[in-house]
């Protein structure tokens, strides 16, 4: 496989939807997959944090809803540690707020953080309103995988289990990871 899967038919698969990028504690350095695969897909698009080094739920979540509330597309959210957490909150809100319409069509959750270590279990206690695909690993310092697997029954997602990957970011030197984006596009075939 190359090391991206930036065919016609992937851009095609992807071109019908905007997705945006939500990055974990620290933002995403260089080297993480997130920030290669706005590099392989220069339409992905990052939601930027005002602090990177401050895990406010709340505040992270808002600023979240600012970014979707710019483009009506329908949005895929590839998210990462933190910032998975911050896409479940937003989530909840839209759903409140609008019943059962959110511009959010799926999900791709990365490692996320444990919410009991970040003591955020019951503002992310929801389940989610559109398809969505948890990726824990066995050795992730931040949420077990078993912990992974509960928080995805809990969300109504999938889980898959990448094995021993570390917190799955650039330390675990996944290069491109061509496995998540397969899982990413395997995502986006069961909206289409």
């Given at each position: 496989?190359?090391s991206?899967?930036?065919?016609?038919?992937?851009?095609?698969?992807?071109?019908?939807?905007?997705?945006?990028?939500?990055?974990?504690?620290?933002?995403?350095?260089?080297?993480?997959?997130?920030?290669?695969?706005?590099?392989?897909?220069?339409?992905?698009?990052?939601?930027?944090?005002?602090?990177?080094?401050?895990?406010?739920?709340?505040?992270?979540?808002?600023?979240?809803?600012?970014v979707?509330?710019?483009?009506?597309?329908?949005?895929?959210?590839?998210?990462?540690?933190?910032?998975?957490?911050?896409?479940?909150?937003?989530?909840?809100?839209?759903?409140?707020?609008?019943?059962?319409?959110?511009?959010?069509?799926?999900?791709?959750?990365?490692?996320?953080?444990?919410?009991?270590?970040?003591?955020?279990?019951?503002?992310?206690?929801?389940?989610?309103?559109?398809?969505?695909?948890?990726?824990?690993?066995?050795?992730?310092?931040?949420?077990?995988?078993?912990r992974?697997r509960?928080?995805?029954?809990?969300?109504?997602?999938?889980?898959?289990?990448?094995?021993?990957?570390?917190?799955?970011?650039?330390?675990?030197?996944?290069?491109?990871?061509?496995?998540?984006?397969?899982?990413?596009?395997?995502?986006?075939?069961?909206?289409?």
């Amino acid at each position: 496989m190359n090391s991206s899967l930036q065919t016609a038919g992937t851009r095609s698969q992807l071109s019908d939807y905007r997705v945006l990028v939500a990055p974990g504690l620290h933002g995403s350095g260089p080297e993480h997959w997130q920030s290669r695969w706005q590099r392989l897909y220069p339409a992905f698009e990052r939601v930027e944090q005002p602090d990177w080094s401050q895990p406010d739920l709340p505040r992270w979540s808002q600023r979240l809803g600012q970014v979707l509330a710019e483009d009506g597309r329908p949005t895929v959210i590839v998210a990462h540690s933190f910032g998975c957490l911050a896409t479940v909150h937003r989530a909840a809100a839209l759903q409140a707020a609008a019943g059962s319409a959110v511009p959010i069509v799926a999900a791709l959750l990365v490692a996320p953080a444990d919410p009991v270590k970040f003591s955020v279990s019951a503002a992310v206690r929801h389940r989610l309103p559109f398809a969505a695909l948890v990726i824990g690993s066995d050795d992730d310092p931040w949420m077990s995988a078993p912990r992974a697997r509960h928080w995805a029954e809990a969300w109504g997602a999938g889980f898959h289990n990448a094995g021993a990957q570390g917190h799955i970011n650039a330390d675990s030197g996944l290069g491109d990871w061509t496995t998540g984006q397969q899982w990413l596009l395997e995502l986006v075939d069961t909206i289409a």
